[in-house]
């Protein structure tokens, strides 16, 4: 199995060929295009679990060449943008949107069922997760603790959502690999920068809100992040640019009262 191949060190080549089975097994994981924090959690949880067993296969995995998680600083979607991406979608690929634009992980949107729709908003719970076998089940409880949650959902968003019934996937037939790549063809038909995935429809969540001054409290509450949490901070939450200058003439005024005074 996976465990032996990475393991194993009684070839001629032993610690060598060790390193080298454990960096095309990194390299593969790249290769089916996970992030590079991805990677990088996966190695970790990799790493601790083996050298448990085994301490000489700590030192080698310490040679592996890992991708660098370089931060992504631009800015995030603008709302000229997500309104383009709704409207050249059409059916699952625009409600899929919708939900990553409430906040969903591609999980979550293909775990929802008709029934989550409530006069609340979005009743977040489940996600769809990968198996070993690389086929995707429902997983009735969601990515952490602080991801159960209602998230908001406007009327004109419940209208293209629509009804059905209960028990129905409202993303009905799409697993969240095969959302993520209709959201990526969408973008580049529509010439948007490929900087941008599914996922930064969340991140253009929490920008929005930053960007309407909510408190971060709030946000995380809506959006299913833990209670002060780094990563809203850091990651997701971005400057939308077209609302700088909007900014800026409010600074430039109220510096301007300084004058005046």
Not at 70 to 87: H, I, K
Not at 231 to 255: H, P, S
Request: glycine share 8%; charged share 30%.
């Amino acid at each position: 199995g996976a465990e032996g191949y990475l393991r194993y060190r009684r070839d001629m080549l032993g610690d060598i060929g060790r390193v080298q089975r454990q960096q095309k097994f990194i390299n593969a994981l790249i290769a089916k295009g996970l992030a590079a924090r991805t990677v990088q959690k996966d190695y970790r949880v990799l790493k601790a679990a083996l050298a448990h067993h085994d301490e000489t296969f700590y030192t080698t995995l310490k040679r592996v060449d890992l991708p660098s998680a370089t931060p992504d600083d631009g800015p995030a979607l603008s709302d000229n943008e997500v309104s383009l991406l709704l409207e050249k979608s059409t059916g699952i690929t625009r409600k899929g949107i919708i939900l990553g634009a409430c906040s969903l992980r591609a999980g979550e949107a293909c775990a929802l069922k008709y029934g989550d729709i409530t006069p609340d908003g979005l009743h977040v719970h489940a996600t769809m997760v990968r198996t070993p076998a690389d086929t995707w089940d429902y997983k009735p409880t969601p990515k952490t603790s602080a991801s159960f949650r209602t998230s908001p959902l406007p009327d004109e968003f419940r209208e293209i959502l629509g009804s059905g019934d209960p028990d129905k996937y409202i993303l009905d037939g799409i697993e969240p690999k095969a959302l993520s790549d209709r959201f990526s063809r969408l973008r580049d038909k529509l010439g948007i920068s490929k900087r941008y995935h599914f996922h930064s429809l969340r991140s253009y969540f929490a920008s929005r809100l930053a960007m309407e001054g909510v408190p971060d409290v709030v946000t995380a509450k809506l959006g299913g992040w833990s209670p002060g949490s780094g990563a809203l901070k850091r990651i997701y939450q971005k400057v939308q640019d077209e609302k700088l200058d909007t900014f800026k003439t409010r600074i430039n005024k109220g510096l301007a009262e300084l004058v005046k005074k």
